[in-house]
């Protein structure tokens, strides 16, 4: 299943950073001024914004014994003498 979410998460990514750099492509250079983007930012922030997206829409699966996952934890009660 990991395939799949990889696929997922790569079809997102890439369907975000082309709407966001064509917008901002056919943008005028006021418009980007505005916005206080330099032209030659705006694949990068494309990119930027189009790694968020996916992460969001896809996130990391938690594995067991990772930080943050399912994983059983020892107990953290001190031991008596």
Known sequence: ???????????????????????LADSSDRQL???????GDVGRIAFEHAE????????????PGVAGGTGRQASAAP???
């Open 1 to 23: 299943m990991d395939l799949l979410r990889s696929i997922k998460r790569a079809w997102i990514q890439y369907r975000a950073f082309e709407r966001v750099r064509t917008e």
């Open 33 to 39: 001024a505005d916005m206080g983007i330099a032209r």
């Open 52 to 63: 968020r997206l996916a992460a969001e829409a896809v996130p990391e699966r938690s594995r």
């Open 79 to 81: 031991r008596s003498a």
